[in-house]
């Protein structure tokens, strides 16, 4: 396990960064968030990054994508995240790429893959049901009735939930609230008959809902990989997202981090830059090495999960609690540095604390996963 | 077969025959333990340790990617992988411990005369010579290039006088390398040379400092009117600095790898003090407070550790992540500590006596050593003012 770039991933690198620079400034967040549009993404901007053809990074080459794997999509989503690029990328292209390609039927990956690749479906996964990840507290009910199951129940907080086409659902198909098994994924078509979506309003302006099925007829083809098995692969599902929306968060802290450091350099007071004070530049330092060992835990869990490595799990736990943790650290002395501006709306720099809180919830905190990791580490 | 693979096999062989039974897996735990040094006055209570530093210091395996002509092994990288992960497989002990290894021939490599390197290196590789470091002074900490021990010109040599501090096991040492000022009158990082001094030389005396720890790895060392051949001076004269600072590198990355080393190989690991002191149910340590802590430090410690791995498939940026390594490095090791005091109870602040165990003793000790870690080769802070000035061009007042 290298823990550098390839070629390929450099190329992606490269390519993502420009694109964000020029395609996507933070000037282009920050218009979606005071427009009226009820997405928060933008369909052109998610047109030009199919063309590229970064939702299909994770999909193999039969279904038209480029199978370069999480490592590949994770630079990318580290690059547009420096610039807070909103995309269906991370809940389409990862999440639900992932999962069908992984867990699907050939039927499902005919069906499914070819129009993630070109940008025409948007997905999103929906797990959890209170203000906490949990993915076993599931109660979202599937009760079988002949060939068919009929879904009830809320999920909250779904990752694009408010446009998405496509919902991959965990529903509890028996036993009871808080088992690990009787769990089983199902691909709903978002527009059926019964179901409910309550866009969010969110610190952080994106895309969210809570929805809500009442009484939605599926067929038993819609199960995503077996009845009954999705207590694992969920995890494995979850794992892979971590992981991206790590690198996500890696993203946040190094332009947040770079932001302030520029501003350190510009900024005077009592006749001097205030980056040559100590009490600055040390704690400059210390974001500098969180930044570096958050680089490490990203790498080493994203070439984890695409060598399908034993070690996948608390990788992922690692590089998100390092990865949320360092964000954490980074959002705040962002602020605090900039002193009065970086608490005006007009300053850029408050996008990345609104950001960086959001996304350390996603699919759990770091105090989740420091407890997930003492579990698998055998303490 | 490829060449690597001949080299594996080779190797595996050479060590079978050549890796003494106490000094890899399985050793019989009666016989006695040496902190192998070397040098001239080494005393062996195995003499397994000295054969086996013998064979290796031949081999040139001690330095193996040093050129044979120095003495050294003359393996490629991937060959040292390959002995290192051979040596990991019958859990070889390392032959020798030395700061001749870690510090002086990287620079003497890097900066010495073809004859410096012919002379000094190939007894450094084979343990012959022990080594200490002359740098801090009692009036010159963090500020080193203040140093004030004198070198003057008298001719054939270099007269020098003046006081070190901190020198390790300089009571056990056979030379010393050390900073002195021969350019009074020049700004102070340009009048500092590089020499090397027989301790044995008239003139030279030491003596042990206790630590807080109850223990006396370092030394005070006197310099008074010590004659030094001039062919001692390493690099040009008042040019000193540089190779001093090239030193303190290779130190630093000693002392974190140090660090982290000792937390993963060392029978200490925290986790089982909790577990033992703290209780355990379904395996996990049963006080959630301290389980909590732990995991965090263990995150830390585990994020830190593939860093330096990055590092080395990077192919080692040197400069900037030396600071960041001696940083991270003993500000992890030092909460190591911290947290297996913690989880010991009173049995981890234990100093003497029978009613305690050695290992609770010995943790206390250790405990103690880790608070100088932060502080030797250069404090935090000084790190801390690197990354800043060098590595993120932040200005200075």
Same mark, same amino acid.
């Given at each position: 396990?290298?823990?550098?770039?390839?070629?390929?991933?450099?190329?992606? =690198?490269?390519?993502?960064?420009?694109?964000?620079?020029?395609?996507?400034?933070?000037?282009?967040?920050?218009?979606?968030?005071?427009?009226?549009?009820?997405?928060?993404?933008?369909?052109?901007?998610?047109?030009?990054?199919?063309?590229?053809?970064?939702?299909?990074?994770?999909?193999?080459?039969?279904?038209? /994508?480029?199978?370069?794997?999480?490592?590949?999509?994770?630079?990318?989503?580290?690059?547009?995240?420096?610039?807070?690029?909103?995309?269906?990328?991370?809940?389409?292209?990862?999440?639900?790429?992932?999962?069908?390609?992984?867990?699907?039927?050939?039927?499902?990956?005919?069906?499914?893959?070819?129009?993630?690749?070109?940008?025409?479906?948007?997905?999103?996964?929906?797990?959890?049901?209170?203000?906490?990840?949990?993915?076993?507290?599931?109660?979202?009910?599937?009760?079988?009735?002949?060939?068919?199951?009929?879904?009830? /129940?809320?999920?909250?907080?779904?990752? @694009?939930?408010?446009?998405?086409?496509?919902?991959?659902?965990?529903?509890?198909?028996?036993?009871?609230?808080?088992?690990?098994?009787?769990?089983?994924?199902?691909?709903?078509?978002?527009?059926?008959? /019964?179901?409910?979506?309550?866009?969010?309003?969110?610190?952080?302006?994106?895309?969210?809902?809570?929805?809500?099925?009442?009484?939605?007829?599926?067929?038993?083809?819609?199960?995503?990989?077996?009845?009954?098995?999705?207590?694992?692969?969920? @995890?494995?599902?979850?794992?892979?997202?971590?992981?991206?929306?790590?690198?996500?968060?890696?993203?946040?802290?190094?332009?947040?981090?770079?932001?302030?450091?520029?501003?350190? =350099?510009?900024? =005077?007071?009592?006749?001097?830059?205030?980056?040559?004070?100590?009490?600055?530049?040390?704690?400059?330092?210390?974001?500098?090495?969180?930044?570096?060992?958050?680089?490490?835990?990203?790498?080493?869990?994203?070439?984890?999960?695409?060598?399908?490595?034993?070690?996948?799990?608390?990788?992922?736990?690692?590089?998100?609690?390092?990865?949320?943790?360092?964000?954490?650290?980074?959002?705040?002395?962002?602020?605090?540095?900039?002193?009065?501006?970086?608490?005006?709306?007009?300053?850029?720099?408050?996008?990345?604390? =609104?950001?960086?809180?959001?996304?350390?919830?996603?699919? /759990?905190?770091?105090?989740?996963?420091?407890?997930?990791?003492?579990?698998?580490?055998?303490? | 077969?490829?060449?690597?693979?001949?080299?594996?096999?080779?190797?595996?062989?050479?060590?079978?025959?050549?890796?003494?039974?106490?000094?890899?897996?399985?050793?019989?735990?009666?016989?006695?333990?040496?902190?192998?040094?070397?040098?001239?006055?080494?005393?062996?209570?195995?003499?397994?340790?000295?054969?086996?530093?013998?064979?290796?210091?031949?081999?040139?395996?001690?330095?193996?990617?040093?050129?044979?002509?120095?003495?050294? $092994?003359?393996?490629?990288?991937?060959?040292?992988?390959?002995?290192?992960?051979?040596?990991?497989?019958?859990?070889?002990?390392?032959?020798?411990? &030395?700061? $001749?290894?870690?510090?002086?021939?990287?620079?003497?490599?890097?900066?010495?005369?073809?004859?410096?390197?012919?002379?000094?290196?190939?007894?450094?590789?084979?343990?012959?010579?022990?080594?200490?470091?002359?740098?801090?002074?009692?009036?010159?900490?963090?500020?080193?290039?203040?140093? *004030? !021990?004198?070198?003057?010109?008298?001719?054939?040599?270099?007269?020098?006088?003046?006081?070190?501090?901190?020198?390790?096991?300089?009571?056990?040492?056979?030379?010393?390398?050390?900073?002195?000022?021969?350019?009074?009158?020049?700004?102070?990082?340009?009048?500092? *040379?590089?020499?090397?001094?027989?301790?044995?030389?008239?003139?030279?005396?030491?003596?042990?400092? !206790?630590?807080?720890?109850?223990?006396?790895?370092?030394?005070?060392?006197?310099?008074?009117?010590?004659?030094?051949?001039?062919?001692?001076?390493?690099?040009?004269?008042?040019?000193?600095?540089?190779?001093?600072?090239?030193?303190?590198?290779?130190?630093?990355?000693?002392? *974190?790898?140090?660090?982290?080393?000792?937390?993963?190989?060392?029978?200490?690991?925290?986790?089982?003090?909790?577990?033992?002191?703290?209780?355990?149910?379904?395996?996990?340590?049963?006080? !959630?407070?301290?389980?909590?802590?732990?995991?965090?430090?263990?995150?830390?410690?585990?994020?830190?550790?593939?860093?330096?791995?990055?590092?080395?498939?990077?192919?080692?940026?040197? *400069?900037?992540?030396?600071?960041?390594?001696?940083?991270?490095?003993?500000?992890?090791?030092?909460?190591?500590?911290?947290?297996?005091?913690?989880? &010991?109870?009173?049995?981890?602040?234990?100093?003497?006596?029978?009613?305690?165990?050695? &290992?609770?003793?010995?943790? !206390?000790?250790?405990?103690?050593?880790?608070?100088?870690?932060?502080?030797?080769?250069?404090?935090?802070?000084?790190?801390?003012?690197?990354?800043?000035?060098?590595?993120?061009?932040?200005?200075?007042?």
């Amino acid at each position: 396990m290298k823990l550098i770039l390839t070629e390929e991933e450099q190329f992606l =690198k490269d390519t993502a960064t420009n694109f964000a620079n020029e395609r996507s400034p933070i000037n282009h967040f920050r218009a979606l968030r005071d427009s009226n549009d009820p997405i928060l993404w933008d369909k052109d901007l998610w047109h030009e990054m199919s063309k590229l053809g970064w939702p299909g990074i994770m999909i193999p080459e039969e279904f038209g /994508g480029s199978n370069f794997g999480l490592s590949g999509i994770c630079v990318v989503l580290q690059e547009c995240a420096k610039t807070l690029t909103p995309s269906p990328l991370f809940a389409t292209g990862v999440l639900g790429a992932y999962s069908i390609n992984t867990y699907g039927t050939q039927d499902q990956k005919e069906m499914y893959l070819p129009a993630i690749v070109n940008g025409e479906l948007t997905t999103s996964l929906a797990v959890d049901e209170a203000s906490h990840h949990n993915p076993f507290q599931t109660e979202f009910n599937a009760k079988k009735q002949n060939d068919n199951f009929i879904l009830s /129940g809320k999920k909250t907080f779904v990752i @694009d939930g408010a446009s998405s086409d496509l919902i991959i659902v965990l529903a509890r198909t028996s036993g009871s609230k808080g088992d690990s098994t009787g769990l089983t994924l199902f691909v709903v078509d978002a527009d059926q008959d /019964g179901i409910n979506k309550i866009k969010l309003d969110m610190a952080d302006s994106r895309n969210y809902a809570n929805i809500t099925f009442d009484n939605v007829t599926v067929s038993s083809d819609s199960i995503l990989g077996d009845l009954e098995t999705a207590g694992e692969t969920i @995890d494995d599902i979850l794992d892979i997202g971590r992981i991206a929306i790590s690198a996500e968060m890696l993203g946040n802290a190094e332009a947040a981090f770079d932001t302030t450091l520029d501003y350190l =350099k510009q900024r =005077k007071q009592f006749g001097v830059l205030i980056g040559s004070f100590q009490a600055l530049q040390h704690r400059a330092a210390e974001m500098f090495c969180e930044i570096e060992l958050t680089k490490s835990s990203v790498m080493a869990a994203m070439r984890a999960a695409d060598e399908r490595s034993n070690d996948l799990q608390r990788l992922s736990s690692l590089a998100k609690t390092v990865s949320g943790e360092t964000l954490h650290l980074v959002s705040n002395e962002a602020i605090q540095m900039h002193g009065g501006i970086g608490v005006t709306d007009e300053y850029d720099i408050g996008f990345f604390l =609104k950001r960086a809180r959001v996304a350390e919830q996603i699919f /759990g905190s770091s105090k989740f996963h420091t407890e997930r990791y003492a579990n698998l580490s055998g303490f | 077969m490829t060449d690597l693979n001949k080299f594996r096999e080779d190797t595996k062989k050479w060590l079978d025959k050549n890796c003494p039974p106490s000094m890899r897996n399985g050793a019989d735990p009666k016989i006695p333990v040496d902190e192998v040094w070397g040098g001239r006055n080494a005393v062996y209570k195995n003499p397994e340790s000295k054969i086996w530093l013998e064979r290796m210091g031949e081999k040139g395996w001690t330095m193996p990617t040093v050129p044979k002509e120095y003495g050294g $092994g003359g393996l490629t990288k991937d060959e040292v992988k390959i002995l290192n992960e051979e040596m990991f497989f019958i859990g070889a002990k390392q032959p020798l411990l &030395s700061f $001749g290894i870690w510090m002086l021939a990287p620079v003497l490599l890097e900066y010495g005369t073809e004859e410096q390197k012919k002379l000094h290196i190939p007894k450094i590789i084979k343990g012959e010579i022990r080594w200490c470091q002359g740098y801090s002074e009692p009036g010159s900490g963090s500020d080193l290039a203040s140093l *004030s !021990t004198k070198a003057e010109d008298i001719g054939e040599s270099f007269l020098v006088n003046g006081q070190k501090v901190w020198t390790s096991y300089a009571d056990k040492a056979d030379w010393i390398f050390a900073l002195v000022r021969t350019g009074p009158k020049e700004p102070k990082h340009d009048g500092i *040379s590089f020499l090397l001094i027989d301790m044995a030389s008239k003139g030279v005396s030491t003596k042990p400092i !206790t630590l807080i720890s109850g223990k006396s790895p370092f030394c005070e060392t006197f310099f008074d009117n010590v004659e030094v051949p001039k062919e001692n001076l390493i690099g040009e004269l008042n040019a000193g600095w540089t190779i001093a600072k090239k030193l303190l590198q290779h130190e630093r990355a000693f002392i *974190s790898n140090f660090g982290l080393a000792a937390g993963m190989g060392s029978k200490r690991d925290v986790v089982s003090i909790a577990k033992k002191h703290l209780g355990e149910e379904d395996g996990k340590i049963k006080n !959630t407070f301290y389980r909590s802590e732990i995991s965090s430090h263990k995150i830390k410690e585990h994020a830190f550790g593939l860093t330096l791995k990055r590092a080395g498939d990077e192919g080692g940026k040197a *400069s900037a992540t030396a600071s960041m390594f001696k940083l991270y490095g003993t500000e992890h090791n030092k909460k190591r500590h911290e947290l297996m005091v913690a989880a &010991s109870g009173v049995n981890g602040v234990a100093w003497d006596g029978d009613e305690f165990e050695d &290992s609770d003793k010995n943790l !206390t000790r250790a405990w103690l050593r880790t608070k100088g870690n932060s502080i030797e080769g250069g404090t935090s802070e000084v790190q801390l003012n690197v990354i800043s000035k060098r590595v993120l061009g932040l200005p200075s007042q």
